[in-house]
């Protein structure tokens, strides 16, 4: 299994996660607290946030079919829906949201949303530009 190791400097006062990339599987594990035990929340079919429910933190995430998520359009990034949101309960949603809003998770996903109309609101992300892979 191949892996690439990727650093990317967070804000002030955070530490620098452990970002790896599976080239076989098309997986970017990023680590914000290795080795600590998580709860995984499916945020949609690509993307997996591990986060810390009794300290309400981020300890991780993980993105499937990466180089898909990373892909732009002509118009700028790809965005997808967060469907695993509509089946959280509300106060573990409101806790996942407030997570993803924040550093380090809004260091690598951008938060926005998607109105057909006035009565529905839709979630999306995209990733944040990652700096060039090291070798």
């Known amino acids: 299994m191949e892996m690439r190791f990727i650093k990317k400097k967070l804000g002030k006062n955070m530490a620098t996660?452990?970002?790896n990339y599976d080239e076989k599987s098309d997986?970017?594990?990023v680590s914000f607290a290795p080795s600590e035990k998580a709860t995984g929340?499916?945020?949609n079919d690509h993307i997996l946030l591990r986060i810390n429910k009794a300290e309400r933190r981020a300890v991780g995430l993980t993105l499937f079919?990466?180089?898909l998520l990373a892909q732009?359009?002509?118009v700028g990034p790809r965005s997808f829906p967060l469907t695993g949101?509509?089946?959280l309960?509300?106060?573990l949603r409101e806790m996942v949201l407030d997570i993803t809003l924040h550093p380090p998770v809004s260091e690598f996903l951008a938060l926005s949303a998607y109105t057909p109309s006035l009565m529905e609101t839709i979630l999306i992300t995209s990733l944040q530009p990652l700096p060039a892979?090291?070798?």
């Open 17 to 19: 996660p452990n970002v």
């Open 27 to 29: 997986t970017l594990y």
């Open 41 to 43: 929340i499916k945020l």
């Open 65 to 67: 079919e990466y180089s």
């Open 72 to 74: 732009r359009t002509e």
């Open 85 to 87: 949101l509509a089946q």
């Open 89 to 91: 309960p509300d106060e």
């Open 133 to 135: 892979a090291a070798t």
